[in-house]
Structures are given as structure tokens and as C-alpha cells.
């Protein structure tokens, strides 16, 4: 790869925010974005993911429902005041989907997930931004 190719491949990897409080799964989930040419960043709190938007300027995050402090359907709720960043929302908790989804949320994807599916659902999501098809699907 040349110089001037990884530039261009460097302008166009989509930054991921990754947010959960379990260190295994923060770690295959970054490994697994990496491989699909994702540049990835962590959280293990709410408050640690809100503070992370601003600087780190992401384009999508996958948030856990579950976190210490404010969980993710708080940090939804405050990123909605000020953000329209993509957001899928993944728990255990599947009873929280509607409520997620209500609050902005771009999908919503139970535990335990393929990550497979999880890469395809990121890839859509940003896709679906990126033509103008804005709304939360």
C-alpha cells in the first residue's frame, strides 16, 4: 500500500465508540471492528462514554444498557440533548429496546450477539447516515 492509499483508506474508516463495562467483551468487540477496517474506541462507564464524544468525535457508538453510574439509557438521554450521533444500543435486557429506540436510538441488539451481526449492523447504520436516511430505524 502506498502512502498516498493509506491516507486515503485512514480518511475513510469510520470511528466506533465502543461503551461496556465488561473488559472481555470491549476487547473482542474492538478486535473484531479492527479487522473489519473500523477505527475503535473504548468506554466502561456512562459518564466515561459522554465524556468521550466531544474529543474523540466518533461516528457511531455501540452502547450497553448495563453500566455503572448513569447506564446507557441515560447516557442516550443526555447525548440527545446535544448530539445526533449514531447510537446502537446493545443489553441483555430486551425489555429496554422500545425505551431505547424511543430515545433515538439507531438498532438495539440483545446479548448474547453475533459479531457478525453486530459488524453488519454498524456498517448498515452508518450507511443508512451517510445516503440521508437519517431517522432511527
Do not use: W
Request: glycine content about 6%.
Amino acid at each position: 500500500m502506498t502512502a498516498s492509499s493509506a491516507q486515503e483508506n485512514a480518511k475513510t474508516r469510520h470511528r466506533v465508540l465502543l461503551v461496556d463495562d465488561d473488559r472481555r467483551i470491549l476487547n473482542f468487540l474492538r478486535l473484531k471492528l479492527m479487522h473489519s477496517g473500523y477505527e475503535v474506541m473504548t468506554a466502561m462507564t456512562g459518564q466515561g462514554a459522554l465524556s468521550a464524544v466531544e474529543p474523540q468525535k466518533p461516528d457511531i457508538m455501540v452502547l450497553d444498557v448495563m453500566l455503572p453510574g448513569k447506564d446507557g439509557l441515560q447516557v442516550l438521554r443526555e447525548l440527545r440533548g446535544c448530539s445526533d450521533l449514531a447510537v446502537i444500543v446493545m443489553s441483555a435486557r430486551t425489555d429496554c429496546a422500545a425505551e431505547a429506540m424511543s430515545l433515538g436510538a439507531h438498532g438495539f441488539i440483545p446479548k448474547p450477539f453475533d459479531p457478525d451481526e453486530m459488524v453488519e449492523s454498524i456498517s448498515a447504520v452508518l450507511k443508512q447516515r451517510s445516503t440521508g436516511a437519517d431517522s432511527p430505524s
